[in-house]
C-alpha cells in the first residue's frame, strides 16, 4: 500500500513540470537565491559593463615582483 503512494508521487514529480519545479525550488532554489544575493552585495551592486580598476601600490625597493619574463612562441597558421 505505501510503496504504491509512493510509486504515484514519484511518477507526478516526475512527468508533470509545474510540480517537478516547485520540488526543485523547494530542494535548491532557496539556496540558490541566497548565494546571488550574498555575491551581489560582496561585488558591491555595480552595473553591468562597469569596470573597477584598483590603484598600483606605491613604487618601493621590497618588492620581489620585475616584470615577467619573456617567452618565445611561433605563430601557427
Do not use: H
Not at 12 to 40: A, C, D, S
Not at 68 to 74: A, F, I, L, T
Amino acid at each position: 500500500m505505501l510503496f504504491k503512494y509512493l510509486f504515484i508521487i514519484t511518477l507526478v514529480i516526475l512527468f508533470v513540470p509545474p510540480v517537478r519545479r516547485f520540488v526543485f525550488y523547494l530542494l535548491v532554489g532557496r539556496q540558490l537565491v541566497k548565494e546571488q544575493k550574498r555575491q551581489g552585495d560582496i561585488r558591491g551592486n555595480r552595473r553591468e559593463g562597469e569596470i573597477k580598476v584598483d590603484n598600483r601600490p606605491p613604487k618601493g625597493g621590497d618588492s620581489r615582483y620585475s616584470g615577467g619574463e619573456y617567452v618565445d612562441y611561433e605563430e601557427v597558421k
